[in-house]
């Protein structure tokens, strides 16, 4: 059964810098997709950033110069770089994973597995 499991988050102060990594065991996947979402209380989830195994990335506009989604294809592992961060960034991060096909990147429904979340708080 394909297992995502998430670390790195926790509680920075406005500026400071978290790195997020999302490791997937037990796929069968030749070609893969993976994302980041976050989800702030009371708000709906949405797309943070994207990353093919092919190296096609794509960005929410909130994010873009701040943030950076790499990856390591050895065992499908996911990184979000995360510099510069603001109150707003405050939110549960998970990690998505699903197959080469996405099309819509920030559609949930595109992922099939999902990690549990980590947390993310940013104070002032």
């Known amino acids: 059964q394909v297992q995502l499991v998430e670390s790195g988050g926790g509680s920075v102060r406005t500026g400071g810098s978290l790195t997020l990594s999302c490791v997937v065991s037990?796929?069968?996947?030749?070609?893969?997709?993976m994302a980041w979402f976050r989800q702030a209380p009371g708000k709906e989830r949405e797309g943070v950033a994207f990353?093919?195994?092919?190296?096609?990335?794509n960005y929410a506009d909130s994010v873009k110069g701040r943030f950076t989604i790499s990856q390591n294809n050895a065992k499908p592992t996911a990184y979000l770089q995360m510099n510069s961060l603001k109150p707003e960034d405050t939110a549960t991060y998970y990690c998505?994973?699903?197959?080469?096909?996405?099309?819509?990147?920030?559609?949930?429904?595109?992922?099939?597995?999902w990690g549990p979340g980590t947390q993310v708080t940013v104070t002032s």
């Open positions: 990353i093919r195994k092919d190296g096609d990335t």
């Open positions: 998505a994973f699903g197959d080469s096909g996405v099309e819509i990147w920030g559609d949930t429904d595109e992922y099939h597995y």
């Open positions: 037990e796929h069968t996947y030749r070609s893969w997709s």
